[in-house]
């Protein structure tokens, strides 16, 4: 016959609280907010994004504590598509970035200026395909878009910034300034994603 009774040594099942989304949200601002300004390419707009990252967490459903990190990066990246609503758009709506980006990403250092200035839906899949390591299915389903869609923009995205660091090896030896650190080689999206997106 199977046992009724609680088993006095069982814990319960252990959730986040309000406390630890907090607490994550405080220790890891710095890459909390940049994957909200890798996302959204703008510094006001990662702001509002970020704030409502937190607020989602800690009045959202119950998460496992052991998941709340990547459920805090979860908010960021769904307010973020909820606010930008990127779509893979052809001609020059898909190429056009707003004057808040482009001044944005006139501050910041080359790799990640080149990504804010890409097309928002390419911006958004490389963060979650490369950075973030969502698959092309979870991609194509956050983004409401086609697997096909989701490649074709990773592939593109990675082009481009390919492309524009050969661009700044070939100014740096016009100029004759001391070449990148990355000159010769090859860009590969994990040296990438971990010079954009770390701890």
């Known amino acids: 016959m199977l046992c009724t009774r609680k088993i006095a040594n069982q814990d319960p099942t252990a959730y986040a609280t309000e406390a630890d989304f907090c607490w994550i949200f405080k220790n890891h601002m710095t890459r909390l907010y940049q994957l909200a300004f890798l996302l959204t390419g703008d510094h006001a707009t990662a702001e509002k994004c970020f704030v ?28 973020a598509i909820q606010m930008l609503r990127p779509r893979p758009l052809g001609g020059e709506i898909a190429s056009a970035v707003s004057d808040g980006a482009v001044r944005d ?36 389903l956050l983004l409401g878009c086609t697997g096909e869609e989701v ?4 592939i593109g995205a990675l082009e481009r910034i390919g492309r524009s660091a050969e661009l700044r090896v070939r100014r740096a030896s016009i100029s004759q300034e001391p070449p990148p650190p990355d000159a010769g080689r090859a860009v590969r999206h994990h040296e990438l994603a971990s010079h954009l997106v770390s701890a």
């Open 151 to 154: 490649m074709a923009a990773r």
């Open 105 to 140: 990403a006139a501050t910041e250092p080359a790799p990640i200026s080149v990504l804010v200035e890409l097309p928002a839906f390419d911006r958004f899949v490389f963060v979650m395909a490369v950075l973030e390591r969502y698959s092309d299915q979870e991609c194509s």
């Open 52 to 79: 409502s990252g937190l607020e989602d967490s800690t009045k959202g459903n119950p998460v496992f504590k052991e998941w709340a990190q990547s459920w805090a990066r979860r908010m960021i990246l769904r307010n």
